[in-house]
């Protein structure tokens, strides 16, 4: 069906995909960079990723270097249309020295800086509470050693001015996100200790004022990992009560919380203690698996809130999933197209109608408009964006996924 065509249908339903289109050119996913490289970065130290983060697979083509990873990122965002962000983790720093992570700099990520600024991209951070020695224990901010907990609270300082400084230099404020592993593998006897060490290290973490045009504070939950099972300091409670006293952003990840809970669910509830949201979209298949994201149901049900409850000026949209058995580039590609196109299918639907059929509680003229908005021609308006925005669609999509795949297929 041709564009002219598919605006026609949607101006039946009085649905206006012009300013459909205007509104999806303006929405910035920020893509995590680890998916590129099975969540390893480049310090050139090892340790297990805790918590439950794991990469599965060995599909040839992981980026091994910045340059690499780079490259791999310019490619993908050629394949994506409208202008987005980078989410770039501490431990994938740029430099030819080797700090330690209480030591870490902004010089040593001045390279993504840099690049950022040519391909006018945003960045956010995030501080690494993982694949280190003082992380085997699966506890950080809140291990019971003072030591240890200060060592962390140092990382964590050191990443705030870092994405302050990246927020300051590209004009555009850097959300840094803190996720830490912390947890128990069986029953523990206390609880409240260190939860209480965590609220102490975070306290001290976050002492320093920035200001908020170049960094944005942000606290992610989890209910458990692997060899956390028992566990997990940073709950949905802990932070979501530690979110609203403080005024920081609440990280919300869909891998997070119960298998049969609906995360889309929480951005109303939530949105109304918290003045900011940052998502983690990703796809928990049984357990946090972080698989690329589908147009299923779940993300078309966090668009779907996102726009019929008018968050999306307050929520920062970035995405999480790694998946090492398919190309890495493609998995960027498919899981960021599909956020848009679930936004694109929420921008496009007569809210006005469903939200009156609603009040006036007929739930039978809701579900049957809902029903019969499925056959529009959805298709026809994203090929459109994409064409606008250069961007390909269909066959020649995936022949130049596949061609760039074949290209890096030769690193080992
Ligand atoms: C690498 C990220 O920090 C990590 O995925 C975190 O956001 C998370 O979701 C841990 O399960
Ligand atoms: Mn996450």
Redo the contacts with the bound molecule.
């Keep these: 069906m041709s564009y002219e065509s598919a605006k026609a249908a949607f101006a039946d339903w009085s649905v206006d995909t012009e300013a459909a289109l205007a509104k999806l050119a303006e929405i910035p996913i920020s893509m ?1 960079c ?1 998916q590129g490289d099975d ?1 390893v970065g480049f310090e050139q130290k090892s340790g297990s ?1 805790g ?3 794991q990469a599965t697979g060995n599909h040839p083509g992981r980026a091994r270097t910045p340059d690499e990873l780079r490259a791999d990122l310019e490619f993908s965002y050629s394949m994506i249309p409208g202008n987005h962000r980078l989410n770039l ?1 501490a431990c994938y720093l740029d430099t030819d020295q080797t700090p330690d992570r209480d030591e870490i700099e902004f010089r040593h990520f001045a390279p993504w800086v840099d690049w950022a600024k040519d391909q006018g991209l945003g960045l956010d951070f ?1 501080p ?1 509470f ?1 694949a280190h020695e003082k992380a085997d224990d699966n506890l950080t901010l809140s291990h019971p050693n003072q030591g240890i907990r200060d060592f962390w609270i140092e990382h964590g300082k050191r990443c705030r001015d870092i994405a302050a400084r990246m927020g300051l230099a590209l004009a555009t404020p850097a959300v840094n ?1 803190v ?1 830490v ?1 912390d947890g128990y593998k069986d029953t523990p006897v206390d609880r409240m200790a260190p939860r209480q060490r965590l609220e102490h290290s975070l306290n001290a973490m976050m002492a320093d004022p920035h200001d908020k045009t170049e960094m944005l504070d942000a606290v ?1 939950s ?1 209910l458990f ?1 692997i060899g956390v099972e028992a566990c997990t300091v940073g709950s949905h409670e802990f932070y979501m009560g530690y979110a609203i006293r403080k005024g920081t952003m609440l ?1 919300l ?1 869909m ?2 919380f119960h298998p049969t809970e609906n995360v889309a669910d929480k951005l109303s509830a939530v949105s109304l203690s918290v003045n900011e949201i940052l998502l ?1 979209v ?1 796809r928990p298949m049984r357990w ?1 698996s ?1 698989h690329v994201i589908l147009l299923d149901d779940a993300i078309q049900q966090m668009a779907h809130e996102l726009v019929s409850a008018d968050l999306l000026g307050r929520t920062h949209i970035g995405l ?1 999933f ?1 998946d090492a058995t398919i190309s890495r580039t493609a998995a960027w590609v498919i899981g960021t197209r599909n956020m848009q196109k679930a936004l694109l299918r929420a921008l496009l639907a007569p809210w006005g109608r469903l939200k009156s059929a609603e009040d006036a509680l007929d739930c039978t003229q809701r579900l049957v408009v809902t029903e019969e908005l499925k056959d529009l021609p959805y298709g026809a308006v994203w090929s459109e964006f994409c064409d606008r925005m250069g961007v390909a669609t269909g066959q020649t999509l995936i022949a130049d996924l596949d061609r760039y795949s074949q290209s890096v297929a030769g690193r080992v």
Excluded: A, L
Aim: glycine residues 14%; aromatic residues 14%; charged residues 20%.
């Design positions: 995590h680890w969540v990723s918590g439950g983060i983790h995030n690494t993982f996100n996720w592993p992610e989890k990992g990280c990840d891998g997070h983690h990703s946090d972080d999480d790694f």
